[in-house]
């Protein structure tokens, strides 16, 4: 299990990555260095984790702003 030094740099580092994400229009591309890092200060299955939440985080957010509307064929067989 990592140290608290170690869990405190990893968050840290993708705090550091979503940010630039964030500021960026989730252009990865310009983001590559802090994702870099991120990925070297994390083990690798919080790296999914952590990429799987802010998915999840971003989806949440739409459905609060703009509300769910299902899919036109719905219910349709």
């Known amino acids: 299990a990592p140290t608290k ?3 405190k740099a990893c968050w840290g580092a993708r705090d ?4 630039c994400l964030d500021s960026h229009g989730d252009d990865a591309a310009k983001c590559e ?7 070297s200060r994390c083990p690798q299955q919080w790296v999914k ?6 998915d999840f ?4 957010k739409k459905l609060e702003t703009e509300g769910y509307s ?3 064929a719905a219910g349709k067989s």
């Open 49 to 54: 984790h952590f990429d799987k939440r802010r």
């Open 33 to 39: 260095k802090l994702r870099r890092a991120f990925e």
């Open 70 to 72: 299902p899919p036109e």
């Open 57 to 60: 985080l971003k989806y949440k």
């Open 16 to 19: 550091e990555f979503w940010q």
């Open 5 to 7: 030094a170690e869990r």
